[in-house]
Structure formats: C-alpha cells, structure tokens
C-alpha cells in the first residue's frame, strides 16, 4: 500500500512531483488509514521539507498515541513541541512558508501564556519520558549528551539529577560518565541567579581573563568526572577551556597539548570527525601557547581577535555597473548596512579597555592586604564551639517560615518542629529561628532558617559510616566547601525544591553505596548530626587550610595570583591561631 506513495514522497522531494499534490494524495491516505504508522511517516517527510510545522506535531502525536513505546518519536515530539511553541499556540500560521523561523516575538500577554503553556508541557512530558527509561543507559546517555537541544535545556538541576539517577543503575556506564562531565561543566559554567554586580561578583565564582564567570567549586567536581570520563578530543578541549577559565594558566596549556594530540590521532581515524581534526589541532596547539605565556597574551590575543572582527564588518565597494534603480537601491542597502555595522563596531570597541585593563599587573602588596584581610574573616567564621539547637514555641515567627510550609509539605516533607539557635540569636540581635522537616523515612531533613537579611535552606543526610551529605541554597554568597566527610554543594536559593530534593536523594544513593542513612526523628537528633559535621569540618580545615578551588571561588582580579596568596595566608594564620 505504501510503496506507490513512497515513491510518490521521494519524487516530490525531488522536486520531480507537485509537493501539494503529493501531500493531498498522503492526506486522504491517512484519513482512510489513520493507525498506519508508515503513512504518518511518509507524510512527516513531506511536511519536513514544506515547512509545515503544526502539521509534523500533529504525525508525531498521532505517532505516540500508535504506540507509546516509542520513545524516539516521544523525544521528537518533545523537542517539535517546545522549538515551535509559538506557533503552535497560533497553528493558524503553520501554512504560511515565509514565517519558518525558530522563535516569534509574541506581544500580546494571553498568546505568551499559550506559548509558556506548550513549552511547559514540552518540558512535563520529557520529565516523563526520561523517567521512564532511566534503566537504559546507552539511551539515556545519548539524550543527556543532547539536553542544550532539549526543552529543559536550562534546568541545570535536572540535568544532573537525571545524569547521577541514571548512573546508580550502570555507575560505570562510559557514556554516563561523559555525561556526568557535561553535565557539571554545564554547572560552572552557569551564573548564579543572586542579584550582583560588576564591582560585586557572586561568591563562589572565578572571574577569568576575558571576565567570564566560573563556579569553582562545581569545577572540581566537573575537572573530577571529566578524569573518569573515556578520553576524547572533545571533551579534551572543554577541560582545556575550563582550566584556562579557571586562571589555571599552566594547566590550561597542558590539557591544550593533550587535546592536540587526540586532534591529531582523530586526523587519522575515519570518523565524521576526521576533516576539521587538523584545523582543532593547529588551533589547541595555539591556545597551548597563549596559556603558556599568561594572561597578557590571552588578553592581547583577543584584543587581535576584535581587530579582526572590526576588519570584516567593513563594507565594500560593489564595482558592478548597475541599472540605475538597482544601483539606487543597492546604495541605500549599504548606507542602511553601514550604519549598523558602524553601531556594532561601537559595541565590539567598547569591549576593548576592559579586556585590556584585565591584562594589567596588580599591585602586590594590595593583594597581600586583601588575602590577610580574607584570611582573617575565613577562620574567624569557623565554628569552634558546639551550637545549642532548643525547641521554639513557634510563636512570633519570620513570615518567610510561615510562607514556606505549605511547599514543604507538597514535597511530602513532615513538620518535626520550630528551633532556635541561641548563639546565631545573640551575634545577630534577633531570635534566630528555623524550621525542621523529613522525609518520610526520616533520612533527609530540611533546615530553614530566617530573620533579618538572613534566610537559608539545607539539606542534610548522615550515613551510618559518618559521611554526611549536604546540599544548600546558598549559591552565590558562599565559597566555602567543608571536606570530604561532609559533601557540601550549593545550588541558587530559586531552584526548584522538587528538583533540588530529587537531586540530594540522587547524590546520596550513588556515592553513599547502599550504606544506611541515620535517622532524624527530634531536634536532640539534629544537634548531635550537626555536631558530627562541625567536627568533621573544623578537622579538614586544620588539615588544609583552604583549597585551591575554595581559594579561586573568592572573585578577585588576576584569580592566579590572588587565590595563592589567599591559601598562603591562611595557613600563615593557622600556625598562629587557635581554632
């Protein structure tokens, strides 16, 4: 039944048909055999190539509701879904071939609702899928590799909740783990949602020499799966970038030779690959370079770059003799073109001084001022003293208490009781309050505190084996980690508590390795697990002082040479302070 009309496709396509026909022909078709999956498909094909977009949607839908195992039309239709919500909000432009565009400026408020709408159902139905399939690694892994293309491309939680709950089935699954490198690299690469400013970078960020912010402690943890990740040039080069980004100048460099030479070892394989690999070579072998000679070079090498750029916005002369209304025409075009070319190079020339000021030598001993200064601050915030966690009659609480109990109870999380911290109560001048919830099986609990300027929220895990396992809203005003006896990770105070919730569970199941978790049941419970991670965090900080990732997450300018200092000079004051 379908060969006549396969035939039929490919000659349309080749433009050896009437398109239309060809899909009036397919249209009747599937109206007589609505359940034929090789008639959706054959009509996709042509939809595909007349633009119509609305009308794909709809085979892919059809196609799902055929047969629902099909996760790879699922997947499809999420990614339809979500790049062409606009249009499918209004399905009354899909026929319209000359409005084939990935986005639509929607002005009217209802219409960016309806778009909202279909983009979140994208995003619900991909949740879905994916939870479905988390067994299956090999598909997994490939859809994780992909997630910039997918809907929930910006929920850098999910991602990595996703990646980890996929590799506690198969933890040493090798596309997993490329994943799980990509997926932390994704993470550092992100800017916290914490409001700031140029002269006030968040914390925990590294400012790198072309001003570009990096999480330095999701880094590490980044720099971490990429060593356990299968060796690629790919991820090669991205190592190299986010050392280079990093301030890690030296290392940079090396990681750059590295991803040379897989370049060139790929120049020799037959792989899709194999055509830019010489170029990808060249090009890390010059970056290895630049690392080599410092910041100054980078910079000057971008300040090159721009000069470049700035060269080829210059318009230039046709010298073709033109009917005169065309060559009216085409010089109005270039006046219209140079004027914005003129406004562009505005913008790019502005970029100059501050790339430029970037490569300027610090001043040293105003270096040393500030990392004494810091130094001082980091160990007078350790807590020495054991805190005193009483029970609070709930009475007079902070309304960002009361706001929060209905979401903790939509997490399933129970009410264990309303604490105070007397010692936090008297440094801050008002009564320090927080909230203490569990899940259901009292392993997890959450803390959340607020008064004053103050507001935080954490979760907390212990094993039986006195690891502790900690995730904090705190991304952003912090830099700190605490060791590896308590994994600490910070996430925007914004992110979504489900996710957040589902993210700690994920992080807990596959590095605690089956080991049980030791019950919350009381605020007695809480101050003695709490103890516990306060001693396992003032042992690691005697031992190391600070680390080089907690030292390059303080934002100060050139991080090369400040975050040594820094390291220096707490340990300098260790030796002279009782802590």
Same mark, same amino acid.
Request: charged letters at 25%.
């Given at each position: 039944?379908?060969?006549?009309?396969?035939?039929?496709?490919?000659?349309a396509?080749?433009d050896?048909?009437?398109?239309d026909d060809a899909?009036d022909?397919?249209?009747?078709a599937?109206?007589?055999?609505?359940?034929?999956?090789s008639?959706?498909?054959l009509r996709?094909?042509?939809?595909?190539?007349?633009g119509y977009r609305?009308a794909q949607v709809?085979d892919y839908?059809?196609l799902?509701?055929?047969?629902?195992t099909?996760?790879d039309a699922?997947?499809?239709?999420?990614r339809?879904e979500?790049?062409?919500?606009?249009?499918?909000a209004a399905?009354e432009?899909d026929?319209?071939?000359d409005?084939?565009?990935?986005?639509?400026e929607?002005?009217?408020?209802?219409?960016a609702?309806?778009?909202?709408?279909v983009e979140?159902?994208?995003?619900?139905?991909?949740?879905?899928?994916?939870?479905?399939?988390l067994a299956d690694?090999?598909?997994?892994a490939?859809l994780l590799?992909?997630?910039p293309e997918?809907?929930l491309a910006?929920?850098i939680?999910a991602?990595?909740?996703l990646?980890l709950?996929?590799r506690?089935s198969q933890p040493?699954h090798?596309g997993?783990?490329?994943?799980?490198?990509?997926?932390?690299l994704d993470f550092a690469r992100?800017?916290?949602?914490i409001?700031?400013?140029?002269d006030?970078?968040p914390?925990?960020?590294?400012i790198g020499?072309?001003g570009?912010?990096t999480?330095a402690?999701?880094?590490?943890r980044a720099?971490?799966?990429?060593?356990?990740?299968?060796?690629s040039?790919t991820l %090669?080069e991205? $190592?190299a *970038?986010l !050392?280079q980004?990093?301030?890690?100048f030296?290392?940079? +460099? /090396?990681a750059? @030779?590295a991803?040379?030479?897989l370049?060139?070892?790929a120049?020799?394989a037959?792989?899709?690959?194999s055509d830019?690999a010489p170029?990808?070579?060249?090009?890390?072998?010059r970056?290895?370079?630049l690392?080599?000679?410092g910041r100054a070079?980078l910079v000057?090498s971008?300040?090159?770059?721009l000069?470049d750029?700035?060269?080829a916005?210059e318009?230039p002369?046709?010298?073709?003799?033109?009917?005169?209304g065309?060559?009216?025409?085409?010089?109005?075009?270039?006046?219209?073109?140079?004027?914005?070319? %003129?406004g562009? $190079?505005s *913008?790019? !020339?502005?970029?100059?001084p501050?790339?430029t000021?970037? +490569? /300027?030598e610090? @001043?040293g001993a105003e270096l040393?001022?500030?990392a004494?200064?810091?130094?001082?601050q980091?160990?007078g915030?350790?807590p020495t003293q054991r805190?005193e966690?009483?029970?609070h009659?709930?009475?007079?609480?902070?309304?960002?208490l009361?706001?929060?109990?209905?979401?903790?109870?939509?997490l399933?999380?129970?009410?264990?009781?309303w604490?105070?911290?007397?010692?936090?109560?008297?440094l801050?001048?008002a009564?320090?309050?927080g909230?203490l919830?569990t899940?259901?099986?009292h392993?997890t609990?959450?803390l959340?505190i607020?008064?004053?300027?103050? !507001?935080?929220?954490?979760?907390?895990?212990e094993?039986?084996?006195g690891?502790?396992?900690?995730?904090s809203?705190?991304?952003?005003?912090?830099?700190m980690?605490?060791?590896?006896?308590?994994?600490?990770?910070?996430?925007d105070l914004?992110?979504?508590?489900a996710e957040?919730?589902?993210?700690?569970?994920?992080?807990v199941a596959l590095a605690g390795?089956?080991v049980?978790m030791r019950?919350?049941?009381s605020?007695?419970d809480l101050?003695a697990?709490?103890?516990r991670?306060r001693?396992a965090k003032?042992?690691?900080r005697?031992e190391?002082?600070?680390s080089e990732f907690e030292a390059?997450?303080v934002?100060v300018e050139?991080s090369?040479?400040?975050?040594?200092?820094?390291t220096s000079?707490?340990r300098?004051?260790?030796?002279?302070t009782r802590?």
């Amino acid at each position: 039944m379908t060969d006549p009309l396969s035939a039929l496709v490919d000659a349309a396509l080749a433009d050896e048909h009437d398109l239309d026909d060809a899909l009036d022909q397919l249209d009747a078709a599937v109206l007589a055999r609505p359940l034929d999956p090789s008639l959706r498909r054959l009509r996709l094909r042509l939809n595909d190539a007349a633009g119509y977009r609305a009308a794909q949607v709809e085979d892919y839908r059809a196609l799902c509701g055929i047969d629902p195992t099909d996760r790879d039309a699922a997947l499809t239709l999420c990614r339809m879904e979500y790049r062409w919500a606009w249009l499918l909000a209004a399905p009354e432009n899909d026929h319209d071939s000359d409005h084939d565009h990935d986005s639509e400026e929607v002005d009217d408020e209802a219409a960016a609702r309806a778009v909202q709408a279909v983009e979140d159902a994208a995003g619900q139905r991909l949740l879905a899928l994916t939870q479905e399939h988390l067994a299956d690694a090999d598909w997994m892994a490939n859809l994780l590799c992909a997630w910039p293309e997918l809907p929930l491309a910006a929920n850098i939680v999910a991602r990595l909740r996703l990646t980890l709950q996929a590799r506690a089935s198969q933890p040493q699954h090798p596309g997993l783990r490329h994943a799980e490198a990509l997926a932390w690299l994704d993470f550092a690469r992100s800017e916290p949602t914490i409001e700031s400013t140029p002269d006030q970078p968040p914390m925990g960020m590294t400012i790198g020499p072309h001003g570009e912010l990096t999480d330095a402690l999701a880094a590490e943890r980044a720099l971490a799966a990429m060593d356990a990740a299968p060796p690629s040039a790919t991820l %090669a080069e991205m $190592r190299a *970038e986010l !050392e280079q980004s990093l301030c890690r100048f030296a290392t940079a +460099a /090396a990681a750059w @030779d590295a991803a040379a030479a897989l370049w060139r070892d790929a120049s020799n394989a037959a792989t899709d690959e194999s055509d830019a690999a010489p170029d990808r070579a060249a090009e890390a072998e010059r970056r290895a370079s630049l690392c080599r000679a410092g910041r100054a070079a980078l910079v000057a090498s971008s300040v090159d770059e721009l000069d470049d750029l700035m060269s080829a916005l210059e318009v230039p002369a046709t010298g073709v003799d033109l009917p005169e209304g065309a060559q009216a025409l085409l010089t109005q075009l270039q006046s219209q073109r140079r004027e914005r070319m %003129a406004g562009l $190079r505005s *913008e790019i !020339e502005s970029l100059r001084p501050a790339l430029t000021a970037t +490569a /300027a030598e610090p @001043d040293g001993a105003e270096l040393e001022a500030k990392a004494l200064a810091i130094a001082a601050q980091i160990l007078g915030a350790v807590p020495t003293q054991r805190m005193e966690w009483v029970p609070h009659d709930g009475t007079a609480l902070d309304p960002r208490l009361l706001a929060a109990q209905a979401r903790w109870r939509a997490l399933g999380l129970l009410f264990l009781g309303w604490t105070e911290v007397p010692l936090y109560s008297m440094l801050l001048g008002a009564p320090t309050v927080g909230g203490l919830w569990t899940t259901a099986d009292h392993g997890t609990v959450l803390l959340h505190i607020a008064t004053l300027h103050l !507001e935080t929220v954490d979760l907390e895990t212990e094993l039986d084996d006195g690891r502790q396992f900690l995730t904090s809203l705190g991304r952003g005003q912090n830099f700190m980690s605490s060791g590896p006896r308590v994994d600490t990770l910070h996430l925007d105070l914004d992110a979504d508590m489900a996710e957040v919730l589902a993210l700690h569970s994920a992080r807990v199941a596959l590095a605690g390795g089956g080991v049980a978790m030791r019950p919350v049941r009381s605020i007695p419970d809480l101050e003695a697990m709490l103890e516990r991670q306060r001693l396992a965090k003032l042992a690691w900080r005697r031992e190391t002082g600070l680390s080089e990732f907690e030292a390059l997450g303080v934002p100060v300018e050139p991080s090369e040479q400040f975050a040594p200092r820094l390291t220096s000079a707490v340990r300098k004051l260790l030796k002279t302070t009782r802590i």
